[in-house]
């Protein structure tokens, strides 16, 4: 009876489910597979800058990387900049989603101002963010200037990564707080009448039952905005530092380009690639394993 | 323990006007239940008692305390939702004590609590299971039970039972019941159930687009409606309600039929001469050879235990009278065919007379 319910049963009907498929598989292999596999492969080999010939190293490549000293420093400084940016991307959108949760009059007008940012492309939001602090005519800068405090990111390295931080948080914080909302408006208004009525305060409100609730998106998000950092930072970093100055903010995907594209060793990319993607597995592998367990769903 | 009065209450939404002028009192330890049709703004009054609703203006008083601004929780009051509203990453237990927790009653006395309210309901053995993994019934036992530990001065139910099917439904109705004899806390019901209203309530309100219709015991609103309203709406099948003439404390029909003591005692027609409206529950009007109501059946609902017959009135201008519909609820064996003519008397004392211009019962 089981096998009834299947349309495409048997080797004779194998060749329409295929050919649905294939347009996704294309895309998936040749996009997706060919690439991660050219990188596993490049990882192993070394090659002159010309790329005419290349030779089998091994893992030379990643003991280099990790014997390089400039190397785990990148690797702590993304972390630093990855924990930074989530750290601060999600507590201010979840912060704006409960405000304009409340909010009745203009509600719409508000909740697509707040979206607009997600509109505009890393490097412009970059960018956005470079004029703002510019240290000679930046609006920001000069008002950080009459407060007394020195504003100049070109030669101050905490201060690049703290306009790194901004700059990727104010990009994604429209993403997360259009998730946010959405999973702020989905849950019951009931329950939290109940909570109410129960005796609860706005704040155990919101502790007890809003933030478990919201679960489901706050993990999904976690997970999407660790991606996010990792990569898709690298317009930003490119258009407002350049991994600058003297590699303060060079991120591990900004070295990648840095070392692969401009310093022209391919090998060496190609291993921090493959070491940046074992680490995006691993973390999602961490999240999915320790942290859905603790999801409500 | 406490009554519940409301004075002068007003509610308005954007400019609209959903209660006005609502002032009742709901006594001590009664079973008091608001019913009307949707949109009539019984749950927005319970929202306004519970203080999710901000009243316009008037006062709600609990017991001695005027509660008219206070936040819900201050108000000693607790709700059974239609949804039931139970938090549902919470086991059972915690969904019950979650009120008690937060007011920081000890986890002694909140066990001690939560068993006794858990076997009062029977959810005994399903403490620790969550609300996903209950039925619908045992979902609307925990939310009672919610309520219950809280020891609050008053329930407020807003359409508690509307979700469950109608077995259920009627198994859940006289738990309710049993559970008031037994707290005795003053209990405001919400439903658009008139069943629901005539079994549970002590008190019933019936409220109709924002105002009071009738407030009253069920047999008041049942045996002496107080309009046109209530008397349709109160009751399945809904009361008939014809055309007739006052004369000399006679009714005469539209068809020329006179009618005499068909009236309810407390009804007073001495002095009144012209245009009435006469009601008269199907219940009340009798399958008689004798009697002088002619009229001729329409379409006929065998129930098994009665029959509903849906009839026209008949006379020399049956055409004027087309529209209105009697319908006669007939002994099991009796069972008409569609088109039969057949003759009833109406029950002497059972009879409803109101104004046409007010709606309201001649007094």
Request: some cysteine.
């Amino acid at each position: 009876m089981q096998d009834e319910r299947y349309a495409f049963r048997g080797k004779k009907h194998l060749i329409l489910p295929i050919l649905f498929l294939l347009p996704q598989l294309v895309i998936t292999v040749v996009f997706f597979f060919y690439p991660a596999g050219e990188a596993l492969l490049g990882s192993v080999y070394m090659e002159d800058s010309f790329g005419l010939s290349r030779e089998f190293v091994g893992l030379d490549n990643f003991v280099v990387l990790f014997s390089d000293p400039g190397y785990l420093e990148t690797l702590y400084l993304t972390f630093i900049f990855s924990i930074a940016t989530i750290t601060l991307t999600m507590g201010v959108s979840l912060l704006m989603a409960v405000v304009a949760d409340q909010v009745h009059t203009g509600g719409t007008l508000y909740k697509s101002m707040l979206i607009i940012p997600y509109a505009v492309a890393p490097p412009l939001a970059g960018v956005l963010w470079l004029f703002l602090f510019n240290p000679s005519v930046g609006v920001l800068s000069t008002f950080l200037d009459g407060l007394g405090y020195t504003w100049n990111h070109k030669l101050n390295g905490n201060q690049a990564l703290l306009l790194l931080i901004i700059s990727a948080s104010w990009k994604q914080i429209s993403y997360n707080f259009l998730f946010f909302l959405a999973g702020l408006q989905a849950i019951p208004r009931s329950l939290i009448e109940a909570a109410a009525i129960d005796g609860a305060s706005p704040w155990q409100r919101f502790r007890n039952i809003i933030f478990p609730l919201l679960s489901p998106t706050t993990f999904f998000l976690l997970v999407v905005n660790t991606i996010y950092t990792l990569f898709e930072t690298f317009g930003i970093v490119h258009a407002v530092t350049q991994g600058g100055p003297s590699r303060a903010t060079e991120t591990l995907i900004y070295k990648v380009f840095n070392d692969g594209f401009i310093g022209l060793d391919f090998g060496g990319s190609s291993a921090q690639s493959v070491v940046l993607m074992f680490i995006v597995m691993i973390l999602t592998f961490l999240q999915f394993r320790y942290i859905e367990r603790k999801v409500n769903y | 323990m406490a009554n519940v009065r409301l004075c002068d209450i007003d509610k308005t939404f954007n400019k609209n006007k959903v209660l006005s002028g609502l002032n009742l009192e709901v006594p001590d330890g009664s079973f008091m239940v608001m019913v009307g049709p949707s949109g009539c703004g019984k749950s927005t009054a319970l929202r306004c008692i519970a203080g999710l609703e901000e009243v316009t203006s008037g006062s709600i008083y609990i017991g001695d305390r005027d509660v008219t601004h206070m936040e819900p929780k201050d108000r000693n009051i607790a709700m059974v939702f239609q949804n039931y509203a139970l938090y549902p990453h919470m086991n059972v237990y915690d969904n019950i004590t979650y009120g008690l927790k937060v007011r920081g009653i000890p986890a002694e006395e909140r066990k001690r609590r939560a068993e006794e309210a858990a076997k009062l309901l029977g959810l005994d053995g399903l403490l620790t299971r969550m609300p996903r993994q209950l039925s619908g019934g045992q979902r609307q036992r925990v939310a009672m039970g919610r309520a219950i530990v809280r020891e609050p001065s008053v329930f407020l139910f807003d359409e508690p039972l509307s979700n469950l099917d109608a077995n259920l439904r009627n198994q859940m109705r006289i738990e309710l019941r049993r559970l008031h004899q037994r707290l005795a806390t003053t209990s405001i019901y919400v439903t658009h159930d008139q069943v629901e209203a005539m079994t549970l309530a002590e008190k019933i309100l019936v409220l109709r687009a924002g105002h009071i219709e009738q407030y009253g015991t069920p047999d008041d609103v049942y045996l002496r409606p107080a309009s046109v309203f209530v008397a349709q709406f109160m009751g399945s099948p809904s009361m008939n309600i014809v055309h007739a003439t006052a004369d000399g404390g006679d009714i005469i029909l539209a068809d020329g039929t006179r009618l005499s003591g068909v009236q309810a005692k407390d009804i007073n027609l001495s002095g009144r001469k012209g245009d009435v409206l006469l009601g008269l529950r199907s219940e009340d009007l009798l399958f008689d050879p004798d009697g002088n109501i002619r009229v001729t059946v329409d379409i006929v609902e065998a129930l098994g235990s009665d029959t509903l017959a849906y009839c026209h009135p008949m006379g020399k201008d049956a055409a004027v009278k087309k529209d209105e519909t009697i319908i006669v609820r007939l002994q099991g064996a009796q069972r008409p065919a569609s088109g039969d003519v057949i003759r009833l008397t109406a029950r002497q004392g059972h009879g409803h007379v109101f104004d046409p211009e007010t709606q309201l019962r001649c007094l």
